[in-house]
């Protein structure tokens, strides 16, 4: 950001930028004037404890969690994993990119949407499509996430950072493309 000649600015990541924007924040403080994410994904820890007093909204969004945990993150266990494997499949078919990319859009996406299309544009559709494919970057995206979970040093507590930080959080039952769900 200094050689684009920003000194304050804020950072907001999604996904594997949901634990890179707060990094930002701890390790740049004097400049990172706000951090906000938006899949910050937090297990429970198993305590049940943990789970006493959650209202109904809390119950609503933790099974989501639970249905995304048990039948939505083959990505990542597949690109954690077998990152080059998938990264050929992805850069020479220019059909298992789109597909890879459609399918998260239309699991991600407005749920009341018939297709992904409906959601978001087939213009904006192809357009992350086309700079996956366009750039062969698939692989290296991939590895990100394999680099990450074989990284011990990438698990280990912090401490809080001290920077203002945001989550958005997904309301039951919201409709609103600004809100989204989660």
Same mark, same amino acid.
């Given at each position: 950001?200094?050689?684009l000649d920003y000194d304050r600015y804020g950072v907001q990541g999604g996904d594997v !930028?949901?634990?890179?924007?707060p990094e930002m924040g701890r390790l740049a403080p004097d400049h990172v004037v706000g951090v906000h994410v938006n899949a910050l994904v937090s297990f429970p820890s198993g305590d049940p404890a943990e789970l006493d007093g959650l209202t109904g909204p809390e119950q609503e969004r933790l099974a989501r969690l639970q249905h995304f945990q048990d039948d939505?993150? !083959?990505? @990542?266990?597949?690109q954690a994993t077998r990152p080059q494997t998938l990264a050929y499949g992805l850069t020479d078919s220019p059909a298992g990119q789109l597909a890879w990319i459609v399918e998260k859009f239309k699991e991600w996406s407005d749920p009341t949407a018939e297709l992904p299309t409906d959601a978001v544009g087939r213009d904006r559709l192809l357009t992350d499509v086309s700079v996956y494919w366009f750039t062969a970057t698939a692989g290296s995206l991939a590895n990100l996430y394999y680099e990450s979970r074989h990284d011990p040093a990438g698990w280990a507590p912090r401490s809080?950072?001290? @920077?203002p930080t945001g989550c958005g959080v997904a309301v039951p039952g919201c409709r609103h493309p600004a809100v989204g769900r989660a």
């Amino acid at each position: 950001m200094a050689r684009l000649d920003y000194d304050r600015y804020g950072v907001q990541g999604g996904d594997v !930028g949901a634990f890179i924007a707060p990094e930002m924040g701890r390790l740049a403080p004097d400049h990172v004037v706000g951090v906000h994410v938006n899949a910050l994904v937090s297990f429970p820890s198993g305590d049940p404890a943990e789970l006493d007093g959650l209202t109904g909204p809390e119950q609503e969004r933790l099974a989501r969690l639970q249905h995304f945990q048990d039948d939505m993150m !083959g990505y @990542v266990h597949i690109q954690a994993t077998r990152p080059q494997t998938l990264a050929y499949g992805l850069t020479d078919s220019p059909a298992g990119q789109l597909a890879w990319i459609v399918e998260k859009f239309k699991e991600w996406s407005d749920p009341t949407a018939e297709l992904p299309t409906d959601a978001v544009g087939r213009d904006r559709l192809l357009t992350d499509v086309s700079v996956y494919w366009f750039t062969a970057t698939a692989g290296s995206l991939a590895n990100l996430y394999y680099e990450s979970r074989h990284d011990p040093a990438g698990w280990a507590p912090r401490s809080p950072g001290t @920077v203002p930080t945001g989550c958005g959080v997904a309301v039951p039952g919201c409709r609103h493309p600004a809100v989204g769900r989660a």
